[in-house]
């Protein structure tokens, strides 16, 4: 069956399910924006059931970068957002990369010059040049003249036979209104002599966006194309290739932008604009995806924080807003850290260790020398003061790193009146015979009641005992209270570190 009868067989099978669809021009790394493109689209499918498709716009030879398509599909598995069908999955209706699909748009351009829907442009690409600065001089917009439009049969053949080269371009009909109806702008109408006689195919005999585009959409079976709203003003003449093919368009939803804080355009300039460079950084999927499905979608609920599941159940394409939305990483933060207390503490473990498997391995190595109980503890107390796993190795230093010894500076703390060293001897000294006795220390509370009687016994005041035996147990300014860190560390790696000290004293 060749290619294109197949398609022709899959068109029919396809119609009655949901089809949703991203497909990136291959030029970069998966951008932030594109990320919601996709979880919408995602969403959507498997709300109705049916299938999401990856497809590759790769026909802009000059802008491809190597390495971008793998970089998306590792980003999207990553994100669990893995399309039903793709260049790595494939399904009925393949190739997923444009570049290999040149054979079915040349038929349906030559299907479109037989209808009298479309024509040979043959004009140099100078003239076209001077066109376009005339038109801009005079303050007009930059549109063909339809020079060849009227060119005569004998003409045209004329020129093809003499092997001039040519482009084939979208025959506008005149006096017509274009009207579509997109899920989130509304009733969008355009009169046709605003439409420009757009090329379908390049001189190079590959297919622009626009011909590439709608064919691949309906040969796939799309039935809802979700996409930014940067593509709105092509929407009329992409309306305009569907009918001009016989095709009915698919439903069309285009979403806002994204933007920086201020109302800027998020860019390189403005923060971080690489999907991956969020998993990098150490945020979790569940966190991300769950802020990142809320920039201009309303749930119409206070509720705020969703599964994947509950956004597949909830999502509703007529409840994306129409302006703008800010992506702000504080309020990701704020996402992950609720993700961070709430998620059971083996889920985040294993969460915690997958990143440093892939982002940090060296410290993912140290982490496996200690026991996984250990670890766990350090993780529950330690999460609080984390907003994403980047910066979890440098909260914990003090706990996978061999005892250092603070600058006495950090002893002497007249508030807690330790205003000697001598007086840090001494309340070292106490804490050493706390933790040599039978008590039990098993759990933060009989830690803390032990440690406020002995205290009390010595006729000592709290901080004066706890501060030094801090310092000593994490030599940093900020670490947890000496309690947590005892409960932390256990009585042996705890009354290492307190001997450490006194022997210098
Ligand atoms: N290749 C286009 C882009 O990367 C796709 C636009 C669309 O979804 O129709 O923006």
């Known amino acids: 069956m060749s290619l294109f009868i197949k398609n022709i067989f899959i068109i029919q099978k396809n119609q009655m399910s949901v089809v949703t669809r991203f497909a990136p021009s291959p030029t970069g790394y998966l951008h932030i924006g594109s990320l919601r493109t996709v979880l919408y689209n995602y969403l959507y499918a498997k709300q109705k059931g049916g299938k999401f ?21 590792s980003v999207l598995s990553k994100v669990g957002l893995t399309p039903d069908e793709g260049p790595n999955n494939h ?44 038109q801009k001089e005079l303050g007009l917009a930059t549109k063909y003249d339809k020079h060849c439009r009227y060119l005569s049969n004998e003409e045209i053949k004329e020129k093809l036979d003499s092997g001039c080269s040519y482009t084939v371009r979208l025959k506008v009909p005149e006096g017509k ?51 930014w709203d940067e593509w709105t003003p092509s929407a009329p003449k992409h309306v305009l290739l569907y009918e001009s093919l016989g095709w009915t368009p ?3 939803s285009h979403i806002p932008l994204l933007l920086a804080t201020g109302w800027k355009k998020l860019s390189k300039r403005t923060g971080d604009v690489s999907a991956e460079i969020f998993l990098e950084k150490g945020y979790m999927v569940d966190a ?40 702000d990483v504080e309020r990701l933060n704020f996402f992950n850290s609720h993700y ?16 440093l498997e892939e982002y940090n391995s060296e410290f993912f190595d140290t982490l496996q020398k200690f026991p996984k109980e250990y670890n766990i503890k350090v993780l529950e107390e330690l999460k609080s003061r984390i907003n994403k796993f980047d910066e979890y190795q440098e909260v914990t230093s003090f706990f996978y790193n061999d005892a250092k010894i603070a600058e006495d500076d950090l002893f002497i703390n007249p508030k807690m009146k330790i205003e000697s060293m001598d007086d840090v001897k001494k309340s070292l000294e106490l804490t050493k015979v706390i933790l040599e006795s039978d008590n ?33 147990l994490s030599w940093e300014k900020f670490s947890p209270g000496t309690l947590e860190l005892i409960y932390i560390l256990w009585k042996e790696e705890s009354l290492k570190r307190i001997n450490k000290v006194l022997e210098t004293i």
Request: net charge negative.
């Open 53 to 73: 498709l990856l497809r590759v716009e790769d026909t802009d030879r000059t802008r491809l970068v190597d390495g971008s398509v793998e970089n998306m599909i």
């Open 440 to 472: 039990n220390l098993d759990n933060i509370w009989d830690i803390k009641n032990i440690f406020v009687e002995k205290i009390k016994e010595a006729e000592m005041k709290n901080g004066q005992v706890l501060w030094p035996a801090r310092v000593a």
């Open 177 to 227: 209104k274009i009207v579509l109806q997109d899920t989130v702008k509304g009733k969008i109408e355009v009169d046709s002599k605003d439409i420009d006689e757009q090329v379908l195919l390049k001189s190079d005999g590959f297919p622009t966006y626009h011909l590439a585009n709608i064919v691949d959409d309906h040969l796939m079976g799309v039935t809802h194309v979700i996409r």
């Open 288 to 327: 991300l995806i769950n802020y990142i499905a809320l920039l201009g979608w309303n749930p119409k609920t206070t509720e705020e924080f969703f599964t994947m599941d509950e956004l597949i159940e909830r999502f509703n394409l007529d409840h994306v807003n129409k302006s703008g939305a800010i992506f």
């Open 91 to 134: 399904g009925d209706v393949w190739p997923y990369y444009q570049s290999e699909r040149l054979d079915i748009y040349k038929k349906y351009v030559d299907q479109l010059i037989e209808n009298d829907k479309a024509y040979y442009c043959f004009c140099s690409s100078q003239r076209l040049d001077e066109l376009r600065a005339e």
């Open 340 to 355: 961070l207390k709430s998620l059971d503490i083996e889920v985040v473990y294993d969460k915690l260790l997958k990143y």
């Open 250 to 252: 698919p439903v069309f």
